[in-house]
């Protein structure tokens, strides 16, 4: 049951957005689609929503409680607008200092004003993994493939490595292999660093096929919205990359098309590994 009348799907790039639409229609949940342009996947087209520019906040704003939208959920890929030719409504442009302000501290605090903004129009956020029913990662192996000894010390290094570099907002995914690391996530996204790994030779990874792509939430992000995902293209990068397997953070990372990767995983023989904070703990 879910604790809303209508959810407002504030729609960027990518499958995410699609399968939140379609997990309301399965549930017979009203909701209403703001596209962002140049963002949003084309097949949101056809169903019930509005096309708005990132800048024209007062307008989404507007849109959502006219159409009786009482919860909102971010998702999607969006890239980060140029602010000097940012196309923005009045109420956009009254609070274009204070995501500038924002926008310099990181990706975090930027998103975390959005996330204020909508929340004092009288409309509370909920997080994707909330407006879906089969997105969140359950804990452990997820495929016929389980993570070896070697694979786990990997993975415990790389989740350390996103934990350390939180402070300074740089990304939520890191590649180890053997206990070095070879790639940390950046502005480029899980997908360009999957291809920098794959142009590594076995010398930088010390044998053929090994390392694991990890992915978890920066230290003290806001939950509701940009939790790390993996999807089918992550799994068909990773066997790419060459790696032995990808690891998520259990209940706080997203699976798109869950039965698609695990069937790409098991074709390609790497695993998908579904990890608790617990285990980071352990000695």
């Known amino acids: 049951m879910v604790r809303w009348t209508k959810l407002g799907i504030i729609a960027g790039g990518g499958a995410l957005p699609v399968r939140i639409a379609a ?6 949940d009203a909701y209403h689609i703001i596209r962002l342009a140049r963002s949003s996947d084309e097949s949101l087209a056809a169903l019930p929503g509005d096309d708005c520019a990132m800048g024209e906040v007062g307008k989404i704003l507007r849109i959502l409680k ?3 939208c009482d919860a909102v959920v971010f998702a999607g890929h969006v ?3 140029d ?5 923005a409504d009045w109420r956009g442009a009254a609070l274009l200092p204070k995501l500038i302000a924002a926008a310099a501290k990181g990706d975090g605090p930027l998103l975390n004003v959005l996330v204020e903004t909508v929340e004092a129009e009288g409309l509370f956020v909920v997080g994707a993994e909330e407006a879906t029913d089969d997105l969140a990662a359950p804990a452990g192996a997820l495929g016929a493939v389980a993570p070896s000894q070697e694979d786990l010390a990997d993975i415990k290094k790389a989740a350390a490595v996103i934990s350390a570099l939180g402070a300074f907002d740089i990304g939520q995914g890191a590649v180890v292999a053997n206990g070095l690391v070879l790639a940390v996530e ?3 996204g899980t997908d360009a660093m999957l291809e920098r790994c794959a142009k ?3 010398s930088a990874r010390g044998e053929a096929r090994g390392g694991v792509l990890v992915k978890r939430p920066k230290p003290g992000q806001e939950l509701r919205i940009d939790l790390p995902v993996i999807g089918p293209e992550t799994v068909r990068q990773a066997s790419e990359a060459r790696l032995s397997g990808i690891a998520i953070e259990a209940s706080v990372g997203l699976i798109i098309d869950r039965d698609e990767v695990l069937r790409l995983a098991d074709e390609a023989g790497i695993f998908v590994y579904g990890f608790e904070a617990a285990e980071l703990r352990a000695p």
């Open 66 to 68: 006219g159409n009786d």
């Open 83 to 87: 602010f000097k030719s940012l196309k």
């Open 79 to 81: 890239k980060r607008p």
């Open 200 to 202: 590594l030779g076995a």
């Open 23 to 28: 997990s309301c229609r399965a549930r017979g």
């Open 186 to 188: 950046a502005a480029e």
